[in-house]
Nanobody, 123 residues
Framework: QVQLVESGGGLVQAGGSLRLSCAAS????????MGWFRQAPGKEREFVAG???????YDADSVKGRFSISRDNTKNTVYLQMSNLKPEDTAVYYC?????????????????WGQGTQVTVSS
C-alpha cells in the first residue's frame, strides 16, 4: 500500500508560479514511476506530466515549456513546478503512482492517488 499526500495548491494570478509537492509513504519510493494529473469542473481527468523510475520526464503538450516534474528520492517526494500559469490551468491536481518503473499517461493505469490539491488561476 502506498499513501500519497499532496500540498502546494492555492490561488495565483495569471502569469504566476506554484510548486506542488507529493510525499509518498508505505513503500519504497525510488524506482516507481509517478504522474501528475488534473481535473477541471465538468471535464475528465487528464495527464499533465510523468516521471519514470529512472528519472525520464514527459509533459503534456498543453503544459510543455511551462510545467516541470521532478523527484527527490531522499525525501520520497515528487514535485510539479508550474510557471506562466493561465486561467485554463485551473483544476484539482492529483499525483499518482503505477508501482512500476515505466511511465504511462493513461489514468486507468495508476493504482494509487493522492487526495488532490486545488489550483486556481485568476485572470
Amino acid at each position: 500500500q502506498v499513501q500519497l499526500v499532496e500540498s502546494g495548491g492555492g490561488l495565483v494570478q495569471a502569469g504566476g508560479s506554484l510548486r506542488l509537492s507529493c510525499a509518498a509513504s508505505g513503500r519504497t519510493f525510488s524506482g516507481y514511476s509517478m504522474g501528475w494529473f488534473r481535473q477541471a469542473p465538468g471535464k475528465e481527468r487528464e495527464f499533465v506530466a510523468g516521471i519514470s523510475g529512472s528519472g525520464s520526464t514527459y509533459d503534456a503538450d498543453s503544459v510543455k515549456g511551462r510545467f516541470s516534474i521532478s523527484r527527490d528520492n531522499t525525501k520520497n517526494t515528487v514535485y510539479l513546478q508550474m510557471s506562466n500559469l493561465k486561467p485554463e490551468d485551473t483544476a484539482v491536481y492529483y499525483c499518482a503512482t503505477r508501482l512500476y518503473s515505466t511511465w504511462s499517461s493513461a489514468v486507468w493505469s495508476y493504482a494509487y492517488w493522492g487526495q488532490g490539491t486545488q489550483v486556481t488561476v485568476s485572470s
